[in-house]
């Protein structure tokens, strides 16, 4: 599952996901389901199976940790930031 970010990264999607992380104080988890929500097709969304499994809803994305983290670091990137500007 592992993406390269930067590939896509834009000011825009960089910008929304410093506002989730340093504003809002989302969670990585949490970044990645919003990232999903407002910039990646429903068709492609990511869905932990065990979840799914149990709960059967596939009307709103899971967000997954690691993939969060990779968002956070390559807007950080993006923007010239490090983790001291509040990223963590």
Known sequence: MQKKYSDIMNEHIANDIKQWRVDEGCSWRKVHENYQVKWVDKKNWW???AMFE????????????L???????SAMGFLGEVVEDGWN
Not at 54 to 65: A, E, L, T
Not at 67 to 73: D, I, S
């Open 67 to 73: 993939e969060g983290v990779r968002l956070c670091e």
């Open 47 to 49: 869905f932990n199976t």
């Open 54 to 65: 149990v709960f059967g809803d596939k009307s709103h994305p899971h967000g997954n940790q």
